[in-house]
């Protein structure tokens, strides 16, 4: 008995991380400033990927919607222990919201296809939506389990998950193969393995690949992916093209989210107020919290 | 996310200018194994990125996994429950995501699940580690036991025990030291005897064992009954079984996590390891040169610590109306830290180099007698890189031990009455440090061991090298003060030859290795000055210093400081 992951992960800027010139006027992000990261919801989910492998055997693959540099994560996924990795990748990907990403994602995973598991994070640190899984299952017509903390049996045809909810948690099963987004305090990521670093940090995808052909005319793409491929040290890189997708579904033609407004609040102290240590102060006091939406 | 790897600029610097690719070529096997282990470099500079790599999964790890839990191992400690020794629960978890990382087998060959590292990178993550919690090393650092089993072992034994230890499954432990045979280790007295069918056994008491509960135990017994002294001893290999009772730890002043074990070997099972009689005379020795290292690498990682905390501590600090980072006093103290941090860091690489050296000249020395090929040049390369390091493992051993006692004291000194109190961690730290100029011997047994190479002057070839040459702009200057500190050293040196008395000769000992380390160190610091001017301030604090020093240590040798031990009991009242 075992079982195929699929991981879908995320290179995001680093937030928490955020200085002085990371911040535009208007309240933007500042892309460039800030250090790109792997997502740490979705090393969460790749850690339950990697859980079910070393408990009953299979294969887990990566695959990310990306910019070229989001090849970072990858490698970093392999030197968790994923056995193999995809970049999705193509200019025309720009600017997609979750409806366009998720269609990506959905059809990038058909095109892999044998898989029982699906695994996210719950959501990204910059977008926050936790849509893009839950989109994406429903692109796929397979089951989704959201905010998932343990796995706790796996059986042939079907699996029993804990998930959280407010206050508490529920246990709930469902067939496979289906979508799980996973909550990051849920698991303590595995580190590194030393061996995979020293093994994989050549691995390339095609697009590094082609970069070492520029300016070099002895290497040639062909010899060079076959080369990769059989130290095992490429990284499978798909385009719109190679997915046969509709444009009209991608990027930002497929996106009917637009940012309207981006408004930077800064929170200031403002005056005190006195509230009187009696029963009505403090009742007048619950009233005004409850009118900001503070309390309850 | 903080790293003590990639965020530490001293450790970079050195990392950068890591000479090893004599020794890579020699252990890599001149870049053969790539056919056969994926992780095998094909190069030098692939050797070296490799390194790199490995050491930000050490240097992450270790600031953000391991030195969160250093104070909770500290207040836990190890503990014991009716002979079973447990680690407090951070040891364990630390240790369980090194395994994980695949950091427990840095040194050994790749065929037994090992990285195939030298030396050199494995004492910068025994550093590291020591940094953020001491007492780890302790039990991370015992991978010196498999490095001397791989060493020395056979073939079948390797296959035993070496696995095990890569993969974090087996923890190690040397068992040497007995109530009666501390410093003085010839007189060990546990005793080892075969049965009829030639079946090893062992027999007697272990004191003072570091991680005695471990799974692989390397002992030093006497095989030869009716002997007394070195010859009389063997090193024998047992697993961790029934026989063996530990009988208590010890309640100790600082690296709580490390669990120091009274142990009774009650005809335990053993495997000789090795040669008889060669036990104390090879094997231990061999042994030694790496913990004594790996001691110099745990005195770095505290000392580090230690001036980051009163660095943090000095600039947040108010007191007069400004930080007390901004009093001239406080800021000549942390520069003095500063300084000594980073020369000894400068002292200790150039040490694990030559150990790296010594290792690979002997396994050259090894293939070239099995292939029959002349011996002549290896030879000479092994006895010049064995007599430097012979010299330099305890001066360094000495001089880093001393200074991280130094340091600890200093930065509880910036936190004043606040670094008293176990609020903050550096009243921890220098509890740490305090056994670090005490254990795989004494700072007094250092000198001993050092005394030899520096009487001989050793490094005059290499000290008459730098000697010779032309130094940039100021360093001129720093270069005449480090010839200055070589003409003390050379006529405090005549002064106690001439004197022929031995007695004598013990106690300037330690002015001589101390001026002697200066006059290393400094030419060593003079250097990395002339190739990079951010090197300037620390040599030039350092050789200044150096030289007011070395004006003492002379002193005191030739105005007869010492003359009144003969009257030591008259005065001792």
Same mark, same amino acid.
């Given at each position: 008995?075992?079982?195929?992951?699929?991981?879908?992960?995320?290179?995001?800027?680093?937030?928490?991380?955020?200085?002085?010139?990371?911040?535009?006027?208007?309240?933007?992000?500042?892309?460039?400033?800030?250090?790109?990261?792997?997502?740490?919801?979705?090393?969460?989910?790749?850690?339950?990927?990697?859980?079910?492998?070393?408990?009953?055997?299979?294969?887990?693959?990566?695959?990310?919607?990306?910019?070229?540099?989001?090849?970072?994560?990858?490698?970093?996924?392999?030197?968790?222990?994923?056995?193999?990795?995809?970049?999705?990748?193509?200019?025309?990907?720009?600017?997609?919201?979750?409806?366009?990403?998720?269609?990506?994602?959905?059809?990038?995973?058909?095109?892999?296809?044998?898989?029982?598991?699906?695994?996210?994070?719950?959501?990204?640190?910059?977008?926050?939506?936790?849509?893009?899984?839950?989109?994406?299952?429903?692109?796929?017509?397979?089951?989704?389990?959201?905010?998932?903390?343990?796995?706790?049996?796996?059986?042939?045809?079907?699996?029993?998950?804990?998930?959280?909810?407010?206050?508490?948690?529920?246990?709930?099963?469902?067939?496979?193969?289906?979508?799980?987004?996973?909550?990051?305090?849920?698991?303590?990521?595995?580190?590194?393995?030393?061996?995979?670093?020293?093994?994989?940090?050549?691995?390339?995808?095609?697009?590094?690949?082609?970069?070492?052909?520029?300016?070099?005319?002895?290497?040639?793409?062909?010899?060079?992916?076959?080369?990769?491929?059989?130290?095992?040290?490429?990284?499978?890189?798909?385009?719109?093209?190679?997915?046969?997708?509709?444009?009209?579904?991608?990027?930002?033609?497929?996106?009917?989210?637009?940012?309207?407004?981006?408004?930077?609040?800064?929170?200031?102290?403002?005056?005190?107020?006195?509230?009187?240590?009696?029963?009505?102060?403090?009742?007048?006091?619950?009233?005004?919290?409850?009118?900001?939406?503070?309390?309850? | 996310?903080?790293?003590?790897?990639?965020?530490?600029?001293?450790?970079?610097?050195?990392?950068?200018?890591?000479?090893?690719?004599?020794?890579?070529?020699?252990?890599?096997?001149?870049?053969?194994?790539?056919?056969?282990?994926?992780?095998?470099?094909?190069?030098?500079?692939?050797?070296?990125?490799?390194?790199?790599?490995?050491?930000?999964?050490?240097?992450?790890?270790?600031?953000?996994?391991?030195?969160?839990? /250093?104070?909770?191992?500290? %207040?836990?400690? @190890?503990?014991? $429950?009716?002979?079973? !020794? &447990?680690?407090?629960?951070?040891?364990? +978890?630390?240790?369980?995501?090194?395994?994980?990382?695949?950091?427990?087998?840095?040194?050994?060959?790749?065929?037994?699940?090992?990285?195939?590292?030298?030396?050199?990178?494995?004492?910068?993550?025994?550093?590291?580690?020591?940094?953020?919690?001491?007492?780890?090393?302790?039990?991370?650092?015992?991978?010196?036991?498999?490095?001397?089993?791989?060493?020395?072992?056979?073939?079948?034994?390797?296959?035993?025990?070496?696995?095990?230890?890569?993969?974090?499954?087996?923890?190690? /432990?040397?068992?040497?030291? %007995?109530?009666? @045979?501390?410093? $003085?280790?010839?007189? !060990? &007295?546990?005793?080892?005897?075969?049965? +009829?069918?030639?079946?090893?056994?062992?027999?007697?008491?272990?004191?003072?064992?570091?991680?005695?509960?471990?799974?692989?135990?390397?002992?030093?017994?006497?095989?030869?009954?009716?002997?007394?002294?070195?010859?009389?001893?063997?090193?024998?290999?047992?697993?961790?079984?029934?026989?063996?009772?530990?009988?208590?730890?010890?309640?100790?002043?600082?690296?709580?996590?490390?669990?120091?074990?009274?142990?009774?070997?009650?005809?335990?099972?053993?495997?000789?390891?090795?040669?008889?009689?060669?036990?104390?005379?090879?094997?231990?020795?061999?042994?030694?040169?790496?913990?004594?290292?790996?001691?110099?690498?745990?005195?770095?990682?505290?000392?580090?610590?230690?001036?980051?905390?009163?660095?943090?501590?000095?600039?947040?600090?108010?007191?007069?109306?400004?930080?007390?980072?901004?009093?001239?006093?406080?800021?000549?103290?942390?520069?003095?830290?500063?300084?000594?941090?980073?020369?000894?860091?400068?002292?200790?690489?150039?040490?694990?180099?030559?150990?790296?050296?010594?290792?690979?000249?002997?396994?050259?020395?090894?293939?070239?007698?099995?292939?029959?090929?002349?011996?002549?040049?290896?030879?000479?390369?092994?006895?010049?890189?064995?007599?430097?390091?012979?010299?330099?493992?305890?001066?360094?051993?000495?001089?880093?031990?001393?200074?991280?006692?130094?340091?600890?004291?200093?930065?509880?000194?910036?936190?004043?009455?606040?670094?008293?109190?176990?609020?903050?961690?550096?009243?921890?730290?220098?509890?740490?440090?305090?056994?670090?100029?005490?254990?795989?011997?004494?700072?007094?047994?250092?000198?001993?061991?050092?005394?030899?190479?520096?009487?001989?002057?050793?490094?005059?070839?290499?000290?008459?090298?730098?000697?010779?040459?032309?130094?940039?702009?100021?360093?001129?200057?720093?270069?005449?003060?480090?010839?200055?500190?070589?003409?003390?050293?050379?006529?405090?040196?005549?002064?106690?030859?001439?004197?022929?008395?031995?007695?004598?000769?013990?106690?300037?000992?330690?002015?001589?290795?101390?001026?002697?380390?200066?006059?290393?160190?400094?030419?060593?610091?003079?250097?990395?000055?002339?190739?990079?001017?951010?090197?300037?301030?620390?040599?030039?604090?350092?050789?200044?210093?150096?030289?007011?020093?070395?004006?003492?240590?002379?002193?005191?040798?030739?105005?007869?400081?010492?003359?009144?031990?003969?009257?030591?009991?008259?005065?001792?009242?």
């Amino acid at each position: 008995m075992s079982f195929n992951s699929i991981v879908m992960v995320k290179q995001v800027p680093d937030t928490a991380n955020i200085s002085g010139q990371v911040m535009k006027e208007d309240g933007t992000v500042n892309r460039a400033k800030l250090p790109a990261i792997f997502n740490h919801e979705d090393r969460a989910a790749l850690e339950l990927a990697l859980q079910i492998k070393d408990k009953f055997g299979g294969k887990v693959t990566v695959i990310t919607m990306g910019p070229p540099r989001a090849s970072d994560i990858l490698r970093e996924c392999l030197y968790m222990g994923a056995d193999e990795a995809y970049l999705i990748s193509d200019r025309k990907f720009a600017g997609a919201d979750t409806l366009a990403t998720s269609y990506v994602l959905s059809e990038a995973i058909k095109y892999i296809g044998n898989y029982d598991f699906v695994f996210a994070g719950r959501q990204a640190i910059d977008g926050d939506t936790a849509q893009v899984g839950p989109q994406t299952a429903e692109k796929l017509v397979i089951p989704q389990i959201t905010y998932v903390e343990e796995i706790v049996k796996v059986q042939k045809d079907k699996v029993t998950l804990k998930r959280k909810i407010d206050g508490g948690f529920e246990v709930l099963e469902s067939t496979l193969p289906c979508l799980v987004t996973v909550l990051k305090d849920a698991l303590f990521p595995r580190p590194f393995k030393a061996r995979r670093v020293m093994a994989y940090k050549n691995a390339k995808t095609l697009l590094e690949l082609e970069k070492m052909t520029e300016g070099n005319s002895l290497l040639y793409i062909d010899q060079l992916k076959d080369e990769y491929l059989h130290k095992g040290w490429y990284i499978h890189t798909l385009t719109m093209d190679d997915l046969k997708l509709d444009e009209s579904r991608c990027g930002v033609h497929g996106s009917p989210t637009k940012v309207h407004k981006v408004e930077s609040v800064v929170l200031t102290g403002g005056n005190h107020v006195m509230v009187p240590p009696t029963k009505e102060g403090i009742s007048n006091l619950i009233d005004h919290l409850m009118e900001d939406h503070i309390l309850g | 996310m903080a790293n003590y790897f990639s965020e530490n600029r001293d450790i970079l610097f050195h990392f950068d200018r890591f000479k090893l690719k004599e020794v890579v070529d020699i252990i890599e096997e001149n870049y053969s194994q790539t056919e056969k282990f994926q992780d095998a470099p094909h190069n030098y500079e692939d050797a070296i990125e490799n390194y790199r790599k490995v050491l930000e999964i050490v240097g992450d790890i270790a600031a953000n996994f391991i030195a969160p839990r /250093a104070a909770s191992i500290d %207040e836990e400690g @190890a503990t014991i $429950d009716y002979g079973k !020794v &447990k680690y407090a629960k951070g040891t364990q +978890e630390s240790l369980d995501i090194l395994a994980q990382a695949e950091l427990m087998g840095m040194i050994l060959p790749r065929r037994f699940g090992g990285l195939n590292f030298p030396t050199t990178v494995y004492m910068m993550a025994v550093e590291i580690i020591s940094r953020a919690e001491a007492s780890l090393m302790n039990i991370f650092g015992l991978q010196d036991i498999g490095k001397t089993l791989d060493k020395f072992a056979t073939e079948e034994q390797k296959e035993k025990y070496l696995p095990g230890f890569s993969s974090g499954l087996y923890t190690g /432990a040397m068992a040497l030291t %007995e109530p009666d @045979a501390g410093s $003085d280790l010839q007189a !060990v &007295k546990l005793s080892a005897y075969q049965d +009829e069918n030639g079946k090893w056994f062992l027999r007697g008491v272990k004191r003072f064992i570091t991680n005695g509960n471990g799974d692989v135990l390397l002992v030093l017994a006497r095989t030869e009954s009716g002997t007394k002294d070195a010859r009389g001893l063997s090193m024998l290999a047992c697993m961790k079984d029934d026989t063996i009772k530990i009988r208590r730890i010890e309640h100790k002043l600082g690296i709580h996590g490390s669990p120091t074990c009274e142990m009774q070997f009650n005809d335990t099972p053993a495997e000789l390891v090795g040669t008889r009689r060669f036990g104390l005379l090879k094997y231990v020795l061999y042994l030694m040169y790496r913990a004594r290292v790996g001691i110099g690498a745990q005195s770095l990682g505290i000392s580090q610590q230690a001036y980051e905390e009163a660095l943090k501590y000095a600039k947040a600090r108010e007191q007069f109306g400004k930080s007390i980072y901004q009093l001239p006093v406080i800021a000549n103290m942390l520069i003095d830290m500063r300084v000594t941090l980073e020369s000894n860091r400068t002292l200790f690489y150039a040490t694990c180099h030559w150990l790296d050296r010594k290792e690979a000249y002997e396994d050259m020395f090894e293939i070239y007698k099995a292939e029959k090929k002349p011996l002549n040049e290896i030879n000479e390369k092994l006895k010049e890189a064995l007599k430097i390091t012979n010299l330099l493992t305890p001066m360094t051993k000495l001089i880093l031990s001393e200074a991280c006692n130094k340091i600890t004291y200093d930065s509880i000194q910036i936190h004043g009455g606040t670094g008293y109190m176990k609020e903050f961690p550096v009243e921890r730290l220098a509890r740490d440090a305090r056994i670090t100029n005490i254990y795989e011997g004494t700072s007094q047994m250092q000198v001993v061991a050092a005394t030899g190479g520096v009487i001989n002057d050793v490094l005059v070839d290499y000290i008459t090298e730098w000697e010779q040459k032309e130094y940039k702009g100021s360093l001129v200057k720093l270069k005449s003060s480090l010839l200055e500190i070589r003409s003390i050293f050379n006529d405090a040196l005549k002064y106690v030859k001439d004197k022929k008395d031995s007695n004598f000769q013990d106690v300037a000992a330690k002015d001589l290795v101390e001026l002697y380390s200066y006059i290393y160190t400094g030419y060593l610091l003079l250097d990395e000055a002339n190739d990079d001017m951010s090197r300037v301030f620390s040599a030039k604090r350092y050789i200044l210093d150096s030289l007011a020093k070395a004006k003492k240590n002379a002193e005191s040798i030739k105005n007869e400081l010492y003359s009144d031990i003969l009257h030591a009991d008259s005065i001792l009242i």
